[in-house]
């Protein structure tokens, strides 16, 4: 089976501009979960979407939103982007909430 | 936020060394899974933990669920250099990451 894909793997934006990530998860897994990594904050997860619903959202701003397709790939936009979103995004896709995380290898966002 | 904490930040470890990594939360979790880290690398899924006062083998690394369901720990035995990397817990169903401990190990 194919893994987590994640495109574009690396973005540079400047302030007050706009993103969408996007993440195709294995095959079968109808769960895409997000999450931030930077440096002194460790993984914050952002929200979980199953079967086109979000299920669980994180302490994120309204700025960050997502969603999910049919064919279970998911994207993540951040709106009005500011210097202090640069991180790295990780997806994760699961065949269900219980069960095991399957990472992608994220996208790198720098912001300007 | 973050509900999960994890210690030490970092560990440097000689190699051969034992040494543990410490999760804590301060409410009763419903699981807990580990994952592990490579540098440049993205987390890869170790193991989870359900019941109270489970434990769990793998190879030289043991995992432990407390009895109260809040606190848990990853022990590794004989650190070899291909244990180098950052261990994360993650509590309730992935929701909730600690900040993660960074593994050095000196040769």
């Known amino acids: 089976k194919a893994g987590v894909t994640q495109t574009p793997r690396y973005l540079i934006k400047t302030r007050g501009q706009q993103v969408t990530l996007s993440c195709s998860p294995i095959?079968?897994?109808?769960?895409v979960s997000w999450y931030q990594q930077t440096p002194g904050q460790g993984l914050q997860f952002l929200f979980e979407?199953?079967?086109?619903?979000?299920?669980n959202k994180g302490n994120f701003p309204g700025r960050f939103s997502g969603r999910q397709f049919s064919n279970s790939r998911s994207e993540m936009n951040v709106s009005t982007l500011e210097l202090g979103d640069s991180a790295l995004y990780l997806c994760?896709?699961?065949?269900?909430?219980?069960?095991?995380?399957?990472f992608g290898p994220g996208t790198r966002l720098t912001v300007l | 936020g973050q509900q999960v904490m994890q210690i030490p930040q970092y560990q440097h470890v000689q190699e051969g060394e034992d040494f543990t990594t410490y999760c804590n939360s301060s409410?009763?979790?419903?699981?807990i899974q580990w994952y592990k880290q490579r540098p440049g690398g993205h987390p890869v899924f170790l193991i989870q933990?359900?019941?109270?006062?489970e434990v769990k083998k793998q190879k030289r690394l043991t995992f432990q669920f407390g009895e109260a369901k809040k606190n848990s720990s990853l022990h590794i035995t004989a650190t070899q250099t291909t244990d180098v990397g950052t261990y994360f817990c993650?509590?309730?169903?992935?929701?909730?990451f600690g900040a993660g401990t960074t593994v050095t190990v000196r040769a």
């Open positions: 994760a896709s699961s065949a269900g909430q219980q069960n095991e995380q399957f």
């Open positions: 409410t009763t979790l419903s699981n």
């Open positions: 979407y199953f079967s086109e619903t979000q299920r």
């Open positions: 933990l359900v019941k109270s006062g």
């Open positions: 095959s079968g897994h109808r769960s």
């Open positions: 993650a509590g309730n169903y992935k929701l909730s």
